[in-house]
């Protein structure tokens, strides 16, 4: 995992063969793993580790030398081969500073006296290693770490009636716009071969076309797609409810979208903008609602907007998904309507395609921050 952008979580490898002594360090760090700023992995032997960093990538790695399937200080050998990225701290005891030594001349970033550090300053030290990771790396490239590809970010939806995921919301720098959407399905496609390598399947993915120019954006989505062997059924493309006015482009285009085997919904849907009519004869499959648009009406009027909305979509067969929910308060709302379908910063915002396969292996608390705290 990149500590690069302060919005991605660190991802912390703890390799510790005392499940005493990685117990008291993980309890340090509850709270940054409730609010989801942190996220560790514990092993025990090296050959876990070695196996866990050829299936994740992490940010960084706090290894002790006494493993029993380990060879001391020549661990950080081992660890370095395996991601030449990633930070290593060494876990040592009082009388080890020959071996921290040795460690660095290997490769480490830093060294740490177990039991020294607890909590907040445990954690600002993995990050200046992660820091020194990075420059040095930097240095040695002469060019900074990102992919030529552009980095995508994905904000899983949760279905609430199962507590897992339901799919992923894919999100591009440069936006679903023609001359944009090939890029990204190149970095759609190698996340996706990622996860998979890993167990993790991410459901449906949706993108949010962009009203620059239709035709071409569905042709340099639906050539991309068929390139990459991607699967239609398996997305959702989101079409913003301007588009379905009268002068409205998006009508034909979506029929073609429909015909290829795409899920067609519709998004900014709000009380000014709301033309169930026009989304019956466009045939829709589901419709996308901005919690947050909703909040200058009040409790009561947008409960009630909601629950004609969702009466109307139920009779027309369309899914209805909740979006930017923020707090407590909304989710049971949305479990009271009987929503399945959320996502927003109450669960986890967007993150790098590094983080996914993590949190799904946590189960619930991957994607729900209140729940983490019952983990």
């Known amino acids: 995992m990149s500590a690069a952008t302060p919005a991605e979580p660190l991802g912390l490898l703890l390799l510790e063969d005392s499940p005493a002594d990685a117990r008291l360090l993980v309890e340090s760090l509850r709270d940054r793993v409730q609010d989801g700023s942190l996220m560790i992995q514990t092993v025990r032997r090296l050959a876990d580790a070695l196996r866990e960093l050829k299936r994740f990538r992490f940010s960084c790695v706090l290894v002790d030398l006494g493993l029993p399937d380990g060879q001391g200080v020549a661990n950080v050998s081992r660890i370095r081969e395996a991601d030449p990225d990633i930070a290593i701290v060494v876990l040592t005891g009082l009388n080890d500073q020959q071996a921290a030594q040795e460690a660095f001349r290997l490769g480490a970033q830093d060294y740490l006296v177990k039991g020294e550090r607890w909590g907040l300053e445990l954690l600002s030290f993995v990050e200046k290693a992660v820091g020194k990771r990075y420059d040095r790396v930097q240095a040695a490239t002469g060019t900074a770490l990102r992919s030529t590809r552009p980095p995508l970010r994905y904000q899983p939806w949760t279905d609430l009636s199962r507590r897992r995921f339901g799919g992923v919301r894919c999100l591009s720098p440069d936006g679903w716009r023609p001359g944009c959407i090939a890029p990204a399905i190149v970095s759609l496609a190698a996340d996706l071969q990622s996860w998979r390598d890993t167990g993790f399947e991410p459901g449906v993915v949706s993108v949010s076309l962009e009203s620059d ?135 986890c915002g967007p993150e790098s395609g590094s983080v996914l396969p993590l949190r799904w292996r946590r189960g619930p608390s991957g994607l729900d921050r209140t729940l983490a705290r019952d983990a």
């Open 213 to 347: 120019g239709w035709s071409a954006a569905v042709d340099e989505l639906g050539t991309a797609v068929a390139e990459h062997r991607l699967r239609p059924e398996s997305m959702v493309v989101r079409i913003d409810i301007a588009a379905l006015a009268p002068a409205g482009p998006a009508a034909e285009e979506m029929q073609r979208l429909a015909a290829a085997g795409f899920a067609v919904w519709v998004e900014g849907w709000r009380p000014d903008f709301a033309l169930l009519d026009r989304i019956a004869l466009r045939n829709c499959d589901g419709l996308a609602i901005d919690m947050a648009a909703l909040a200058h009406l009040g409790s009561e009027p947008s409960l009630r907007f909601l629950r004609a909305t969702l009466a109307a979509s139920g009779s027309l067969g369309m899914v209805v998904a909740l979006e930017n929910l923020g707090s407590e308060a909304q989710q049971e709302q949305a479990r009271v309507l009987g929503v399945r379908w959320v996502s927003g910063d109450r669960y």
